[in-house]
Nanobody, 118 residues
Framework: VQLQASGGGLVQAGGSLRLSCAAS????????LGWYRQAPGKQRELVAT???????NYGDSVKGRFTISSDVPKSTWWLQMNSLKPEDTAVYYC?????????????WGQGTLVTVSS
């Protein structure tokens, strides 16, 4: 499974960006699609996840500002980020959590840098 994230960049506080993730494989109904981020010196944290059936979960710091959406037949999902804050600055990673033999397995994209200036 290969994931290609794109859409990062430099934006002023209060602005918006839309991140995209394209998977190289078919998305299965048991997959969980997600976005995570890692700021310098901090651990990777959850931004948003979505099951194929549409159950969505957001990290507390982005609720009401970020929206995850997906086009499962196209193996693509997005993260719409509005009202960006300097503390949203991080490398954003797309993720697929997939059922496997044994524990579920995570697959990661290469990351796309989002920088929010004050």
């Amino acid at each position: 499974v290969q994931l290609q994230a794109s859409g990062g960049g430099l934006v002023q506080a209060g602005g918006s960006l839309r991140l995209s993730c394209a998977a190289s494989v078919t998305i299965f109904t048991s997959d969980v699609l997600g976005w995570y981020r890692q700021a310098p010196g901090k651990q990777r944290e959850l931004v948003a996840t979505s099951t194929v059936s549409g159950s969505i979960n957001y990290g507390d710091s982005v609720k009401g500002r970020f929206t995850i959406s997906s086009d499962v037949p196209k193996s693509t999902w997005w993260l719409q980020m509005n009202s960006l804050k300097p503390e949203d600055t991080a490398v954003y990673y797309c993720n697929v959590n997939r059922r496997s033999v044994g524990p579920r397995r995570d697959y990661w994209g290469q990351g796309t840098l989002v920088t929010v200036s004050s």
